[in-house]
């Protein structure tokens, strides 16, 4: 096997087939160059994909990344909007720019104008790929989303599935879904709804939810206290 390691300030090697540039502190070349390894301040970038991590590793013939250690990957659909997903690690091919992050990941969708706009999502694993050309992030399992528009109270749904267009800004969650809306500083003040799916749609700053839906209100609220 061959290996080099070249300790210095910074090492970028361009990936000139799939137009992604990865750099750190420093690198390991292994396996006649079939294995990139970079440790220590790791960035990738990616038109306008950039993943930073403590650990990179790189599979020259396939194009697929290993991160591991405080990886986040950062992304934009347009000038008003960011996203940010976060996880101790992930993998990203970077042939279809889709990736994987898990144990646990989060998602945050913010608004760069209002930043008190925002869509957050909790689960074990996160998805992106593209389809269609649309930027699509996917979850399962026991998926937690938080939205919090202006200065409204933020709405908690919980389901077993979830898909996101992050260029649209629009998504569902499904399967078994519960949603909890807290409508003031009152513990009791509490709106819960379970429905079939529940459509979030950023533009609109709205929630629908479709198919059964059911409201149940807290004591206090029902009985006027």
């Known amino acids: 096997n061959l290996c080099f390691f070249y300790p210095c300030l910074s090492v970028a090697v361009p990936i000139e087939k799939e137009k992604a540039v990865i750099t750190g502190d420093r690198m390991e070349i292994l396996q006649r160059g079939q294995i990139v390894e970079y440790k220590g301040h790791v960035k990738l970038v990616q038109q306008k994909n950039t993943i930073y991590a403590d650990f990179m590793r790189r599979e020259e013939k396939t194009g697929l990344v290993n991160a591991t250690g405080n990886v986040k990957f950062i992304t934009s659909s347009d000038t008003s909007t960011r996203i940010e997903v976060t996880a101790p690690q992930a993998k990203y091919d970077t042939e279809t720019e889709s990736g994987e992050f898990w144990q646990p990941a ?120």
């Open 106 to 225: 989060k998602l945050l969708r913010k608004s760069i104008t209002n930043p008190k706009d925002y869509l957050q999502m909790d689960v074990q694993r996160i998805k992106s790929a593209k389809s269609a050309g649309a930027s699509i992030v996917s979850a399962t399992d026991k998926v937690q989303v938080t939205v919090q528009q202006g200065t409204g109270t933020a709405v908690n749904i919980y389901g077993n599935n979830f898909q996101y267009d992050l260029d649209a800004g629009t998504g569902t969650v499904w399967d078994n879904v519960l949603m909890t809306n807290q409508l003031s500083s009152a513990a009791t003040d509490v709106v819960k709804l379970t429905a079939e799916l529940i459509n979030i749609v950023d533009k609109d700053q709205r929630v629908y939810a479709r198919n059964n839906v059911k409201i149940d209100y807290q004591e206090s609220l029902a009985t006027g206290q």
